[in-house]
């Protein structure tokens, strides 16, 4: 496949992205064939290594063979099934000691300890500083990744990482301060 067919493609010529699917998608799904027990399987990894080729195409060096860089793909795509597979077997075998661990959940006691820990947790974040406390909330209450953090806060990535890292840290002693002065608070007549 020439370097001009990939920048048709790159400049969403539908034609062009017909062709590729046509030309190597045999292959590809051959290679899925002799990795997995459906072919249903097989036809939906063989679509997701075409749609993210095509997202990545601009990614493919001018020297590297289109072919190989598409079994790299579907070898990755293999990997992600296989451990996705073992994950939901997980799950399920486990599902017995879930539906007790649910039960349990709704029990009064565990409602207590619940808000015990969130009081624990609620202090020990009110005894940071303010820049610990709000890199803290951005990052796990917002869901904020740290490029974005870096962007909000003014900092660099690194610095950004290390506020999170030391906020991480004293957040931990915090919380272990309170978990120590809990248990005295209990041994003290």
Known sequence: MS???IK???SGDSKAVIEFYKSYSPKILSYFLK???RH????ELTNDVFLEAIDSLSL???HESVLAWLYGIAH???????RKQKIKSILLSQMPFLQIAAAEINQPEFQFEKNKIRD???LSLQSLSISYQKVLKLHYEDQVP???????LKLSFKAAESLLFRARQSFKLAYDRAEVSKMVSEVEP
């Open 35 to 37: 990795r997995l027990a």
């Open 60 to 62: 493919l060096r001018r």
């Open 146 to 152: 740290v490029k974005e953090l870096a962007v909000k």
């Open 3 to 5: 370097f001009s067919f």
């Open 40 to 43: 249903e399987d097989a036809q």
């Open 76 to 82: 990755n795509k293999t990997v992600d099934f296989y």
């Open 8 to 10: 048709r493609i790159l």
């Open 120 to 122: 624990r947790i609620e």
